[in-house]
């Protein structure tokens, strides 16, 4: 939508949840970096302990998000958008979970990104894992799906604003490539269950790596058969809410653009 009139932004809970958890990052990173003896940075950062650490850093910006969503004052069409998205996605998820691996979710949260953008993108990631897990099972699993989906939903997003005629073939690269990244990210959790060490870390992501391979393709051929048709839908339903504010403090809305052609194969 349009933008309104600009408004001073105030310091809230996602941006002390969002400034914690960069904070006790950069100084585990400069600890390690500078050889400094600094116990509590050591710990955090032993084998013992590295999961739980990454574990609680995923859900703090998972938490920073939903915190974000609440203070933006989404409007009701941003909403309900993310609802039906997020229903629509957890539908598929579920309807699809005896294919191993194969996820139209990951088409639906990037195409809800590129076109609504990265807030709205990570929303619809995030809830796809938190409610679809609820029949499929929760577990130690589920914060890594949550910020592996809702990462890939975010960077829909920032790609749909860099270039926003992205198409069929621009969703299935992102596609290819979050088959991946999202294997990368979940993998993690797995060190729950196996020893930290390069021979866990080489058994774990060895063995992901036909099923995120099986990810990245289904993620490509959504995107093939179906992208053209999605991203018209969901551009014509964002267009059909959009108003233009006029004058300083003006809220009288303009006329939204027209609706967007009908979908075809532009080679974006």
Known sequence: MSPRPAQRRRFGLSDALLLGTAAVVLAATAAALLHLD????????????IVYTATAAMVLVVLAAFAAFEEGRASAHEV???????????????????????????????????????????????????????????????????????????????????????????????????????????????????????????????????????????????????APEVLWVLRRYRRRFEVTYVGEGSRAPTPSLPPPAAPRDDGG
């Open 38 to 49: 600094v116990p509590w940075l050591t710990a955090i950062l032993s084998p013992r302990w």
């Open 80 to 226: 309900a958008v993310v609802a039906v998205l997020s229903a629509a996605s957890i539908a598929l998820r579920v309807a699809f979970a005896a294919l191993p691996s194969v996820q139209p979710s990951t088409f639906i949260i990037l195409a809800a990104g590129v076109v609504y953008g990265p807030r709205a993108g990570f929303m619809v990631g995030a809830l796809t894992a938190l409610v679809s897990n609820l029949f499929l099972g929760q577990g130690l699993w589920t914060p890594f799906q949550m910020f592996a989906w809702g990462a890939a939903g975010a960077c829909g997003g920032l790609v749909g604003s860099m270039r926003p005629g992205v198409g069929r073939w621009g969703l299935a690269a992102l596609g290819l490539a979050w088959g991946f990244i999202f294997g990368w990210i979940t993998n993690l959790s797995q060190f729950f269950f196996v020893e930290v060490s390069w021979r866990g870390f080489a058994l774990v992501y060895g063995m992901s790596v036909p099923f995120d391979a099986v990810h990245a393709a289904s993620n490509v051929a959504f995107a093939l058969l179906f």
